[in-house]
């Protein structure tokens, strides 16, 4: 995944536009980039919300990779962070869109 700008350099405001723009494009993008840009956006400690996360699980939902959704939830528990409905629901759409109701309703 290319750089984007100075954000490490330039300040918080850049760096806050570089996690924006990636963000925007997990919604478009294949799984490999996908997975990239999530790498690089956690390597980087850019995934702090859990608005991230709902775009991120978005993103695996589209392309059916449960794994990947679950995997993101767990590392918002690990992060302290709020599952909320919105990450939860996602999640488990995931998993149904993927014909993995055993997990879907596990997670309910």
């Not at 490490?8 to 980039?33: H, I, P, Y």
């Not at 850019?46 to 996360?53: E, G, V």
């Not at 302290?80 to 869109?97: D, M, R, Y």
Request: proline residues 2%; aromatic residues 6%; charged residues 25%.
């Amino acid at each position: 995944v290319p750089a984007c700008g100075h954000a490490q350099t330039a300040g918080v405001q850049q760096a806050k536009s570089c996690r924006d723009l990636f963000l925007q494009r997990l919604r478009r993008a294949t799984l490999g980039e996908v997975r990239s840009l999530a790498a690089r956006l956690d390597w980087e400690g850019q995934l702090k919300h859990p608005k991230d996360y709902s775009i991120l699980i978005g993103a695996y939902r589209r392309l059916q990779c449960w794994r990947d959704a679950l995997t993101a939830l767990d590392d918002m528990t690990a992060k302290h962070l709020e599952l909320n409905v919105i990450t939860c629901s996602g999640t488990i759409s995931t998993c149904a869109k993927a014909g993995r109701w055993r997990e879907a309703l596990e997670l309910m």
